[in-house]
């Protein structure tokens, strides 16, 4: 078992990353405020995991309740969150309940949300099933749901208590949601850490192959990067770098993700076409090599991600991508590739460039 | 004017009470990320003073839109918020844009609570109309929102960047209204200000006829009690004492309000009913002599208040007490009078006292 810390003060929190850790029930036993907790999941991973993580805990006197939602991005709305609220209200469920997201970056962002604002906060734990949610979602406070007119529009910061990242929960998840999963590692050695894309290039087979060490390993360094920044940054205030570099590729991503409709791309595959055209920008601002553009396309397609984005047209992506959270006073700001290893938030790309970089990286 | 200072680190905020603050617009403009500001306010309130909180913004330069509510305590729910929220994400505002909420408490808990969730948080003004917002909800960061089961049950913390109490906005508060605030004052006497309570002793008729220089100093007194209470326990944590005791009389009263349907009573009204209940609590267990129970049920009478509750049945208070927030995992905390001028959280009342307290001060 590998073990992280989150250094926030009095939010930190410890990130364990290993097989085996669902059956484990000392880890979150031990940081029960009581006796109750309230297991969040959905359709397709709680007939697979929920009893596994279930079993231990009831043998430890753990009274539980569990909420099963139907899955699927879609459904991270308001409504379900509404479904949450209404079963904690009605098994009278107290500030010293805990909630506990068993699942991928849906279930955790709707159940750290719920827990952050029910009685105006109760304890949460992640337990992230898919290698998305391990690498990303589960790891920084940020919790929310989707606004018909934009994704995790409505949200708040919220720590949990405890992360415990099962690798051996990725046995059965679907391949396009291992690929998912990747953009985001490729993302961490993109923006901050060169020799883990190096790695990431000798590797992506290993990764693919599902291979438990390689796994393990990318899991744990992503997560390291993502604790420093976090810890660096806990609610994205940092005006340039900081958090916010955590969102390359999700602007133009969020665009594809909201122009087709959601659910249409995972959102692993569009911050991979986002992060082709983040970098294909950066190109042309001179900041990145055409060589290094190419090893970028070249890991995120070895790693079965799209490389090009939808053919909605450079209008249609500016204006969706004006409703992402990214935007201040009005101006876009993106996040872009200095070279691999670095990169930087810039509010002052021209606007023709943005157009001609979507345009470059869209097939219809 | 009178200013406070609520110190919370880098929360820190000031409050300032007094006549004609609505028309400078300096206070608020000077706090302001971005030239946007989004006013929430409801259908009595707007028409009032929407234009003169307004007028000064918009001649220092701040583009304004304004959401309009209907007014009352039935619509401090999920599809009022979600009202605000479609406003927001119309007009495409930022994480720069401030929310200001000029109203009573339902306005400034929903405004807040908004402000805390739009995009993981936006900056936020209360700018309180009603005597109770300003001696009570404006101040401390308590934002939320009812759930069809129970009053306050979804929210978050979340501090404003200024109070602005302007004491001319009490000259069309309704007699009722005004009586409820004077309910929350009275409160900030009993559990921890005693020469305070002696004060509104002396000038519950200066307070009545709402004489302005009573009430600044009432209105001050008041907040300047919750500023240090919060100060020390910005999130309620404390297990004894600390915030909890600012919810004197209120787990009866919510009770009360949710018995009846919210919006019959006013919650000031239910916390007076309430809090003579927690008084005749204390007295059955000896810790406040019949003298000092009947000094609080005077002057909460003289102040225009109910000093019994409604006939529910004590079966039906406990039922509905249970849901209210101040339970910590099953068992009742009652925040309990010690005489005067002092209070305490207590966990181990028998239910029979408990009982017996709700039927003395019932009548049908």
Known sequence: MRKLELALGERSYSILIGPRLLADGDAISSCLDSRRAVIVSNETVAPLYLERLAAPLRERGVSLVSIILPDGELHKNAETLGRIYDTLMAERCDRTTTLIALGGGVIGDLAGYAAATYQRGIPFIQVPTTLLSQVDSSVGGKTGINHPRGKNMIG??????????????????????????????????????????????????????????????????????????????ERETARDGGRALLNLGHTFGHAIEAGLGYGQWLHGEAVAAGTVMAAELSRRLGWLSATDLERIRQLLARAGLPISGPALGAARYLDLMGHDKKVLAGRLRLVLPKGIGTAVTWGEVPEAEIRAAIDACCHG
Not at 170 to 179: C, F, G, I, K, Q
Not at 220 to 229: F, G, Q
């Open 156 to 233: 708040a910061f919220w720590q949990p208590r405890l992360v415990l990242a099962d690798t051996d929960t990725l046995a059965t998840l679907p391949p396009r949601e291992l690929s998912a999963g990747l953009a985001e590692v490729i993302k961490y050695g993109i923006i901050r850490d060169e020799p883990f894309f190096r790695w990431l290039e000798d590797h992506m087979d290993n990764l693919v192959a599902r291979e438990a060490e390689a796994l393990s390993y990318a899991i744990e360094r992503s997560c390291a990067n993502k604790a420093e920044v976090v810890a660096g940054d």
